[in-house]
């Protein structure tokens, strides 16, 4: 369902109106997680006036320790859809668990699959029956093909309003948090009609690699991108050393705006 081989035109799909796919270079920002109101505001206005048009925020986190920040849950939930009252921005949130895809997908314009969660295939045919676009994170341990088997149970339920992303992958290289494996997006561009994006992000785990690593997906041709923001990193409950502030983001937005993304 998933194969390029019986559609042979890339797809475009839409989230809450706003197209992601050949062409587009789609900007999706937004905070890591959803800590406050405020913060959640604060970091959506960022986003919006750096030229994001989809707003991410983790209300269910998946973390390695158990001890870590877990999410506000529902309390998350109605944050963002708070902020999308006043912003306008749809949301790509978190699910990491079938039993709440329901209550997610009441609140979300696009429903995030992990890449822990990756195969979790309760969870993917869970989220394919939601009626909601689907973002699809690559297993850190994953390979394409397994990806794109993942995609293929998320489309078995008869949804193929699916947007892989490529985030990075586990190799012996210590630099970076993981590895952004920057061909996956042309490969599976091939492999798929789906759109892919890369979270520049979660791969590097790092402020400073966040714009180099978005050139670079700009330069093979990804139909978008997936960013932490923070009004605040230092004081981020979850991953700040990657989440770009004002001045970052900017310059930023004006790479994205300014390099002509491949068709
Ligand atoms: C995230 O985007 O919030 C996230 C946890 O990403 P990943 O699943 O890629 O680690």
């Excluded at 949301?91 to 895809?101: F, G, K, N, Q």
């Amino acid at each position: 369902l998933v194969s390029r081989e019986n559609h042979p035109d890339r797809s475009v799909v839409r989230v809450g109106g706003v197209p992601i796919g050949p062409g587009t270079m789609t900007l999706i920002a937004g905070p890591c997680a959803v800590e406050t109101p405020e913060q959640t505001l604060a970091a959506a206005q960022m986003a919006q006036a750096a030229g994001a048009t989809l707003l991410r925020g983790g209300a269910f986190k998946p973390r390695t320790s158990p001890y870590a920040f877990q999410g506000l849950g529902e309390k998350g939930l109605r944050i963002l859809a708070e902020v999308r009252k006043e912003t306008g921005m749809p949301i790509v949130t978190e699910v990491v668990d079938a039993h709440d895809v329901e209550l997610v997908s009441s609140y979300a314009d696009m429903l995030q699959v992990g890449t822990r969660n990756m195969q979790n295939f309760a969870l993917l045919q869970a989220v394919g029956g939601a009626g909601k676009p689907v973002m699809l994170k690559r297993g850190f341990n994953a390979t394409i093909e397994e990806w794109l088997m993942a995609a293929e149970y998320v489309a078995q339920r008869g949804n193929l309003d699916i947007v892989l992303c490529e985030r990075g992958i586990r190799t012996f290289e210590k630099a970076t948090r993981n590895t952004l494996d920057i061909s996956a997006v042309p490969v599976a561009q091939r492999l798929s009609h789906l759109p892919v994006i890369i979270d520049p992000s979660h791969s590097g785990g790092r402020r400073d690699l966040v714009l180099p690593l978005t050139r670079a997906a700009i330069a093979v041709g990804a139909d978008g991108v997936i960013i932490d923001v923070h009004p605040h990193p230092e004081q981020a409950l979850c991953d700040g050393p990657q989440a770009l502030v004002n001045g970052d983001l900017r310059e930023l937005a004006k790479t994205v705006r300014d390099l002509p993304p491949l068709v």
